[in-house]
């Protein structure tokens, strides 16, 4: 059985944990900043200092801020792998980064690429020929439809739409159900069906 460690341990980190089991991977143990505990599901957290201890090991940074997940695998010094849940439906012509987690459910289509550190949530669907940037976030139930571009550092809300051939910005929010039926400028903030900006997220 293989081993990895995982960098945030919270609710997020549970998940990324269960994802790696259904992929018999061992979490030798979580590393977190501010350390509230010392066990998660009888696995050990110990303090950021801590981590020279695990230099080998392949890491997943297991934090859903996506501006928060940067700054920390920019720290990481070691090397980083990717998890796949077993139930997640994805094309042979799928590229996916180093970093990134594929929750159980997903399903990702033909040529579509996957950039660093991505989390595509639970029964998400990524349609045909998507570029998906470095540290997004597509939330549970999301719908990216064909040929839709998310830049850096976007979030995807739970049960959003993306209809075909839309271009995203980078670190933009996309509402909790809304449907994005035009381009998004960086940094805006989308509500609504049909989306609407809202107001801008700070630089």
């Given at each position: 059985?293989?081993?990895?460690?995982?960098?945030?341990?919270?609710?997020?980190?549970?998940?990324?944990?269960?994802?790696?089991?259904?992929n018999n991977?061992?979490?030798?143990?979580?590393?977190?900043?501010?350390?509230?505990?010392?066990?998660?599901?009888?696995?050990?957290?110990?303090?950021?200092?801590?981590?020279?201890?695990?230099?080998?090991?392949?890491?997943?940074?297991?934090?859903?801020?996506?501006?928060?997940?940067?700054?920390?695998?920019?720290?990481?010094?070691?090397?980083?792998?990717?998890?796949?849940?077993n139930t997640?439906?994805?094309?042979?012509?799928?590229?996916?980064?180093?970093?990134?987690?594929?929750?159980?459910?997903?399903?990702?289509?033909?040529?579509?690429?996957?950039?660093?550190?991505?989390?595509?949530?639970?029964?998400?669907?990524?349609?045909?020929?998507?570029?998906?940037?470095?540290?997004?976030?597509?939330?549970?139930?999301?719908?990216?439809?064909?040929?839709?571009?998310?830049?850096?550092?976007?979030?995807?809300?739970?049960?959003?739409?993306?209809?075909?051939?839309?271009?995203?910005?980078?670190?933009?929010?996309?509402?909790?159900?809304?449907?994005?039926?035009?381009?998004?400028?960086?940094?805006?903030?989308?509500?609504?069906?049909?989306?609407?900006?809202?107001?801008?997220?700070?630089?």
């Amino acid at each position: 059985m293989s081993k990895i460690c995982l960098y945030g341990a919270s609710g997020h980190g549970k998940v990324v944990k269960d994802i790696a089991e259904s992929n018999n991977i061992e979490v030798e143990a979580f590393i977190d900043d501010n350390p509230k505990n010392e066990f998660l599901h009888e696995i050990p957290i110990l303090a950021s200092q801590k981590i020279k201890m695990y230099k080998e090991y392949d890491f997943i940074v297991s934090i859903g801020n996506n501006q928060i997940r940067k700054v920390i695998s920019e720290k990481i010094k070691s090397a980083f792998t990717k998890l796949i849940h077993n139930t997640a439906i994805i094309s042979p012509t799928v590229n996916i980064s180093e970093g990134t987690v594929i929750m159980a459910g997903t399903t990702i289509n033909a040529d579509t690429s996957i950039g660093k550190h991505v989390i595509i949530n639970t029964a998400a669907v990524v349609e045909h020929d998507c570029n998906i940037d470095d540290f997004v976030h597509i939330s549970p139930n999301a719908t990216v439809t064909g040929n839709v571009t998310i830049g850096e550092g976007s979030h995807i809300g739970a049960g959003a739409i993306v209809i075909p051939n839309i271009i995203i910005g980078k670190w933009t929010t996309i509402g909790a159900g809304t449907v994005v039926v035009s381009d998004v400028p960086d940094y805006a903030v989308i509500v609504g069906n049909p989306g609407k900006i809202i107001k801008y997220n700070k630089k």
